[in-house]
Structures are given as C-alpha cells and as structure tokens.
C-alpha cells in the first residue's frame, strides 16, 4: 500500500512539471491503472469472492497519494483515518457477522437411498439451518447431494459434527 500511494503521489507531481503532458490525463490514467491493479486482486474459490476489500483499499491509497502530491492534506489525513477505521472496525463487525450469520456448500455421498437424503435435510431443519438442494447425481451404487446451507457458525458446527459421524456417510466435503 505504501508503494502505491508513494508511485500515484510521484506521478501526480511529475505530471505538474511535465511541459508537454495534461496533468489530469495522468491523473485519470493513475485512476485506471490503479483500476486494473485491483482487478487484478479479487478472486473467486468456491462459493466465496475474495478481494475486494483490498482492491477498494488500493484505490482509495492511490487517491491518498495523489492528494497529497496535490497538497490536500488536511483532507488526505481525514480520509486516512476514515479508510483505517474502516478496515479495521468492519473486520470486527465482519467476524460478528460471519458467527451470526455463515453460508457453506456442503456435498454428501451414501450409498443410494432417497431416505437418507431426508434424514440429511432433517438434520438441517435439527440444526436451525436453512437449505437449498443445489443438484443430486446418482453413480453406481452411491448418491450425490449438494446443498447451499445458511445458518449461525455454532449450528454449522454441531451439524458437521453429527454428520461425520453418521454410518451412511462415505464422503463429505464441508
């Protein structure tokens, strides 16, 4: 981060001496580059996109750098303080979310028995966890289901629990 607000603060006082450049043209490519630079962060595993936090926070840096090449520093320090107390009290209040409030992808594979797959779902209901039936794939003699499963991380944990130790239960991916 320091290296990018030192670059946007470099070339936003050199685009000021520059006889033969527009300082704002430089000024709106440092917000493009810094753009893509950002793209370039987020990414998606699973059923999560990553990223974005940092891509904003690059942006927002970039901005601090060119503010104070611009010589706004009673604004660069107000917006400083706004982007670090932004990332770290919304960490916090993240976490408290995600405790509260979690959705995972949970894949089981038994032997093939509609039942089973009802005595799956009950645990869900068990557990306070709402669900939706994602797919259900049959291969020889084994049965497939995939469930999007939202709920508090407490229920989620007593619910893998138990399913781990279920007897019909040949594979599960949580």
Known sequence: MILICLGSF????FSKY???ASPDRIASNIVTGIG???AGVIFKSDNRIN???????????????????????Y???ASTIIVLASLLLLT????????????????????FDEKLFEQYEG??????????IIKRSKHESFITGLWHVQGSE????LFIKEILNHTEVKEFEF
Do not use: C
């Open 10 to 13: 470099l070339f936003t006082t």
């Open 18 to 20: 520059f006889n033969d």
């Open 36 to 38: 893509f630079l950002g």
């Open 51 to 73: 990223g974005i936090t940092t891509a904003a926070t690059i942006w927002a840096v970039a901005a601090l750098g060119m503010g104070i090449a611009d010589g706004w520093y």
């Open 75 to 77: 604004l660069v320090l």
């Open 92 to 111: 916090k209040l993240e976490h408290v979310i995600d405790r509260i409030h979690q959705s995972r992808t949970y894949k089981i594979v038994s032997p």
């Open 123 to 132: 645990l869900f209901k068990k557990y306070d966890l709402d669900f939706k």
């Open 154 to 157: 407490k229920n989620h944990k």
